[in-house]
């Protein structure tokens, strides 16, 4: 991750900000630099992935009507569709990234020592390998 974050003397003061502010919560410096790392990895990979679509499909709110059409007359999964709630682009962002970063602080709980969440992250299956 720091190969792709932070770039740049910009990137660094970010990152900087950003480890000092969870440093300042109680986090020890490591965590706080896996978790603004981890932080920025999602969302710069939401950002690229949904760049990268709008880039390679053309007509891609066309597509993205007739899959939520699609599923709203599936008889598995129409019900649960039609009851989530819409969102626009930035909106959905928005909650998933939240989502990420509630998570990420849930495994991560201030004073919890890195190597702890790594091994906690590894258990499950879903840590590093």
């Known amino acids: 991750m720091q190969t792709l974050f932070p770039r740049g003397e910009a990137g660094q003061r970010l990152m900087v900000s950003e480890v ?11 965590v706080a630099v896996a978790l603004a790392s981890a932080v920025a990895s999602a969302a710069i990979n939401f950002a690229v992935a949904e760049e990268a679509q ?25 019900e649960a569709h039609r009851d ?20 990420l602080l849930a ?8 190597h702890e969440v790594v091994a906690d992250l590894g258990s499950t299956g879903m840590g590093l390998r």
Request: glycine share 10%; charged share 30%.
């Open 54 to 78: 709008l880039e390679r499909i053309s007509g891609l709110r066309q597509q993205r009507d007739d899959v939520a059409e699609r599923l709203s007359t599936d008889e598995r999964l129409g």
């Open 84 to 103: 989530l709630p819409e969102f626009d682009h930035e909106g959905f962002s928005t909650i998933v990234l939240t989502a990420t970063i509630r998570g």
């Open 20 to 30: 000092e502010a969870l440093v300042r919560r109680g986090y020890t410096p490591d």
């Open 107 to 114: 495994v991560g709980p201030v004073g919890r020592p890195l």
